[in-house]
């Protein structure tokens, strides 16, 4: 023909896809430190391919058939405008793969940025996909969202979330490029508890299948799915196990099918969300250290680095009279304690209470649990809350992966961060009204009224003491219960603590609670010396009574100390006795 087309400045590379939701959407301009990335992008031949944004057609209409074109734009990663609005976490791996690829040759690479927020899983497989799978297709007509013409487009706001919406409009036009591999981060729409996990591990079975299809070069032996785990965020009522289920299937995955996908954990990172920004807590700020997380795994699995292809995970169990073992898939590298003591191991026997375990390491790939009130273990869990954080288990530069050995029954979970004395704060979550969350650090111990107090590592006996003190002849502290860290304490008979400094002291203990509706309740609960331990310190146990199923808003602690010549007293070695 006569027509003469010109392409100027193209480069051959390296390509892959961010995809999932709002996490995997979130831009650079919301990340703290964004200008110093930046600014350390200026010599990189980095390119993203940035679909057209569907936030203001949500409403639709959408396609029912695949599409063979939608609007996009590359942009550079020096054009700062474009820059903000590119996926924080795809450009925190692309900076990363890039650095180690062009240590001896000059590779560019390109992010196809394909996302959007809110979306479900089933959102971005093919119809077909629900009519050829029967347990995909028992999911999608137990939900009454089999996609048909006759119902397509009929949800008003939320048609972008009908199943299949996005594969028709956004994934199945880009058909024909060849990716290396897939960053997915995606979850928080399908948190719905353990039964439907099982549904959402088959979906993703099908989004590796069909992705791998469209998008696998030739030649090329896996097409690695990084699976970005989700951060705690409180998706259902206290205790109740939701993220945790999802976070399993990515490590699930990753086991079963070695090099097709890898799970990257990120209860570690740290939890600010843009709060002047008037965002949601669920959108954590941390996708530039989870972008490089991501990268080293994509390094390992897709080009051969030394490192973790996966994140390190549960492998197997055993019990051995009141002691359970676990191993560990470590990728030939060691287990490592980040902290005094491994934290946040639950342990279970038949009841189902699941109680926070003494663990420690044994081996290279093996963690020994136990807990002094269960002598028949039968089942542990590891991070595994919507609100969980604080494990401290590491190998290959990376958390090890939560996990629940339970798959037969829901797992409920009541943290008690303030058993240990030398955490001063755990992590919450409330709903304030419509819209809004207070989502900040709170207090495990609290000072009564004319009291203060602080943490002893002198006088004490596990590390860390609550030193208790006042200018009044009574000193006391209280707990407080939050959403998963309830004050569940009529599933167990007593508490008990060593007091130090104990004589001549009075000790009394408190329970407060509210009834159905909503009147305010307090009982003393019987305290007694157990034994005198030295001539310091003294065991004590205090005896719950309390209406059944009915959870605690305060326990508070107090101590008559008039005949001291120090108004002070110490709490440590603090331990709930269950029932049986």
């Not at 006569?2 to 390509?15: A, I, N, P, Q, R």
């Not at 995909?136 to 009908?162: C, F, H, K, V």
């Not at 088959?202 to 069909?210: I, K």
């Not at 003494?358 to 595994?384: C, E, G, M, N």
Request: proline letters at 7%; hydrophobic letters at 40%; aromatic letters at 12%.
């Amino acid at each position: 023909g006569e027509d003469t087309v010109t392409l100027e400045d193209l480069l051959f590379g390296e390509l892959w896809m961010a995809a999932g939701q709002s996490n995997m959407e979130m831009g650079n301009n919301q990340m703290p430190g964004a200008e110093e990335v930046f600014e350390t992008l200026q010599t990189c031949h980095i390119r993203f391919f940035q679909q057209m944004s569907l936030w203001d057609r949500v409403g639709g209409p959408f396609p029912f058939e695949p599409q063979d074109d939608f609007p996009g734009c590359w942009h550079r990663v020096q054009e700062w405008e474009a820059f903000g609005w590119l996926s924080a976490c795809a450009t925190a791996m692309a900076r990363a793969v890039y650095r180690v690829l062009n240590r001896t040759a000059q590779v560019p690479l390109g992010i196809i940025d394909s996302n959007m927020g809110a979306t479900y899983v089933e959102d971005w497989l093919p119809k077909d996909s629900f009519f050829k799978d029967p347990v995909l297709r028992e999911w999608m007509e137990t939900a009454g969202q089999l996609p048909s013409s006759e119902r397509w487009d009929t949800y008003g706001d939320i048609n972008y979330l009908q199943p299949s919406a996005m594969f028709n409009t956004k994934t199945y036009p880009l058909h024909g490029i060849q990716v290396r591999g897939i960053l997915w981060y995606q979850g928080e729409g399908n948190t719905r508890g353990r039964e439907h996990s099982v549904c959402y591990r088959r979906a993703m079975e099908e989004y590796h299948r069909v992705y791998a299809e469209l998008f696998q070069p030739a030649g090329v032996a896996h097409f690695p799915v990084i699976c970005s785990q989700l951060f705690p965020w409180r998706h259902v009522g206290s205790g109740e196990c939701r993220i945790g289920y999802i976070n399993q299937v990515f490590s699930d995955l990753a086991a079963a099918y070695p090099g097709e996908f890898a799970a990257a954990p990120v209860y570690d990172l740290s939890p600010a969300w843009a709060y002047t920004a008037a965002n949601h807590p669920v959108h954590p700020l941390n996708k530039y250290p989870l972008g490089e997380r991501m990268a080293s795994l994509a390094l390992a699995g897709a080009y051969g680095e030394p490192g973790l292809r996966t994140a390190a995970a549960l492998s197997g169990r055993q019990r051995e009279g009141g002691r359970l073992t676990l191993t560990f898939s470590t990728g030939g590298q060691p287990l490592e304690c980040r902290g005094n003591r491994l934290k946040v191991f639950f342990l279970c026997d038949e009841s189902g209470l699941y109680q926070e375990a003494q663990a420690r390491l044994l081996s290279p790939d093996k963690v020994v649990l136990s807990h002094p009130y269960i002598a028949h273990p039968l089942h542990t869990a590891y991070q595994f809350t919507d609100m969980a954080r604080g494990g401290n288990l590491w190998c290959g530069g990376m958390p090890v992966a939560p996990f629940a050995t339970d798959t037969e029954h829901t797992l409920r979970i009541e943290a008690k961060p303030w058993l240990d004395l030398s955490q001063e704060a755990v992590w919450i979550a409330y709903d304030t009204e419509p819209g809004r969350v207070d989502c900040f650090y709170r207090p495990t111990w609290q000072p009564l009224p004319g009291s203060a107090l602080c943490r002893d590592d002198v006088f004490c006996e596990t590390g860390t003491a609550l030193h208790l003190l006042g200018q009044s002849g009574q000193i006391g502290a209280f707990v407080q219960g939050y959403p998963f860290a309830a004050l569940d304490l009529y599933e167990y008979r007593a508490l008990r603590f060593d007091l130090f400094a104990y004589q001549d002291v009075e000790v009394r203990v408190a329970v407060e609670w509210r009834d159905p509706v909503g009147a305010s309740h307090s009982v003393d609960c019987p305290v007694s010396l157990l034994k005198e331990k030295s001539i310091d310190w003294a065991e004590y146990e205090v005896e719950f009574i309390l209406p059944e199923r009915v959870s605690a808003e305060r326990l508070l602690l107090l101590f008559g100390v008039s005949k001291k010549p120090v108004h002070m007293v110490n709490l440590d070695a603090l331990q709930l006795l269950p029932w049986g």
